[in-house]
Nanobody
C-alpha cells in the first residue's frame, strides 16, 4: 500500500519554473514506477512524466525538454521540475504509483494517486 501527497504547486508567470514534490509512504516505494499526470478543467487526465525504480524516464511530447522527473528512493520522494512554463501547463498535477510491468503512459497502469496540487500559469 502506498499513500502519496503532492506539494509545490502555485501561481507563476509564463516562462517561470516550479518544482513539485510527491512524498510517498510505504516500505515498497522503490518497487513502483512513479508518474505525474495532470488535468485541466473540462479535459481528461493526461500523462506528463514517469520514472522507474532504476531511473528510466518517460515524458509526454508536450513537456519534453522542459520538465524533468526524478526520484529520491531514500526519501520516498518523487519530483517534477517544471521549467519554461506555458499557459497550457495550467492544471491540477497528480502524483501516482504504478506497476512496472504495464505501459508507463497509461492511466490504467497506476494503482495509487495523490490528491493533486494546483499549478496555474498566467500570461
Amino acid at each position: 500500500q502506498v499513500q502519496l501527497v503532492e506539494s509545490g504547486g502555485g501561481l507563476v508567470q509564463a516562462g517561470a519554473s516550479l518544482r513539485l514534490s510527491c512524498a510517498a509512504s510505504g516500505r515498497t516505494f522503490i518497487n513502483y514506477r512513479m508518474g505525474w499526470f495532470r488535468q485541466a478543467p473540462g479535459k481528461e487526465r493526461e500523462f506528463v512524466a514517469a520514472i522507474s525504480w532504476s531511473g528510466s524516464t518517460n515524458y509526454a511530447d508536450s513537456v519534453k525538454g522542459r520538465f524533468t522527473i526524478s526520484r529520491d528512493n531514500a526519501k520516498n520522494t518523487v519530483y517534477l521540475q517544471m521549467n519554461s512554463l506555458k499557459l497550457e501547463d495550467t492544471a491540477i498535477y497528480y502524483c501516482s504509483a504504478g506497476r512496472v510491468d504495464r505501459n508507463a503512459y497509461a492511466r490504467s497502469a497506476y494503482d495509487y494517486w495523490g490528491q493533486g496540487t494546483q499549478v496555474t500559469v498566467s500570461s
